[in-house]
């Protein structure tokens, strides 16, 4: 049985390959712009926005903020994403593992772009980043972003790039939380303020935290289809159940950090906005959705991420939460 469904897996992945990079006429596929932004995968960019949003706002509560950096912070988080998407799309797409996976549109999986295409859209997406994080740290003098910014890049390369993934060994949420919360958020505070806060950690768990919780409804939803494909992740390694368990609870701590924050800000209470957005989703999740119809709790969990950032960011910046 075990030969059986291994030898199944290897054909679909080998006819899966056989179509991409081909149309039914046999030429060259060439992705239309609808499409290459449908690849880009617009819907994850509050993933990036987020953390910079609040990240200047703590800068604010500090006196240090900098619309320069702040601006250049955000294309940076944006170009870094974008490539990630593109990677993974990339990586995922070469694998095979991409095969009628429910969601948005996988350029090289569906055979609607080359690889090497785009591969291309990643790298130039990190050259940007790059690029813009290279100006940001000679404008401030934080030099040391410049190794922060060459781990996220690796980091997001090989979350699925390489020979050994550790997206597929059950690390992606870890690395999300780390990279798009703690890094992305303290780094928008340092390179800003030059230094960090309590409210800045706090910002910055918080922010982990939704991001985090995205990636786990969306590996929720994929279950079924990451399993066949031999894709560990951590919602397949700890099951449906306990999968929906970790969402519920990574979507209350920003909330328990707003109720903290607010016994010396009042004004942090204004992250409590966010709580009806996230609504629908929960019940959606404690009743035991499944597949497309997860697709509007990935949607509206970044949109609660997004508003959490803003009203936290407008609290900070009126209320001046204190500086340590």
């Known amino acids: ?95 095979g593992t991409d095969v009628n ?13 080359r690889p090497d295409a785009v591969r291309t859209a990643a790298l130039a997406s990190f050259g940007v980043a790059m690029v813009t994080g290279l100006a940001a740290v ?33 690390l992606g949420e870890l690395a999300v939380f780390v990279s798009f919360g703690l890094v992305a958020v303290l780094g928008t505070v340092y390179v800003q303020a030059g230094q960090v806060s309590g409210y800045g950690i706090g910002a910055a768990v ?7 919780s995205v990636l786990v409804v969306n590996n929720l939803r994929d279950i079924p289809t990451d399993t066949a494909a031999g894709k560990h992740t951590l919602a397949v390694l700890i099951g449906d159940q306990d999968t929906r368990n970790l969402y519920l609870g990574l979507i209350a ?38 597949g497309q119809a997860l697709v509007a709790v990935l949607r509206d969990t970044a949109l609660a991420m997004l508003v959490w950032a803003g009203v936290t960011a407008v609290g900070l910046a009126v209320g001046g939460g204190p500086a340590s």
């Open 206 to 212: 918080a922010v982990g935290c939704f991001s985090a």
């Open 253 to 290: 701590v920003p909330f328990l950090i707003s109720a903290v924050g607010a016994i010396h800000d009042t004004y942090l209470l204004l992250g409590f906005l966010a709580l009806p957005l996230l609504l629908p989703g929960v019940r959606k999740v404690v009743n035991g959705a499944t």
């Open 138 to 170: 000679i404008i401030s003098g934080r030099w040391a972003m410049i190794a922060v910014g060459a781990l996220c890049i690796a980091a997001a390369w090989f979350y699925t790039g390489g020979k050994h993934p550790y997206g597929y060994a059950g």
């Open 1 to 95: 049985m075990y030969r059986t469904t291994m030898v199944a897996r290897d054909t679909n992945r080998r006819d899966s390959m056989a179509t991409i990079a081909r149309d039914t006429n046999g030429r060259d596929s060439m992705a239309t712009i609808a499409q290459w932004i449908e690849g880009a995968r617009l819907r994850t960019l509050p993933n990036a926005i987020a953390p910079v949003v609040v990240g200047s706002g703590v800068a604010m509560a500090l006196g240090q903020f900098s619309w320069t950096l702040a601006v250049l912070t955000m294309i940076v988080a944006l170009a870094l994403i974008v490539g990630v998407n593109f990677a993974n799309d990339y990586s995922d797409g070469v694998r």
């Open 101 to 113: 996976r429910v969601g948005p549109l996988r350029l090289v999986g569906s055979g609607v772009a």
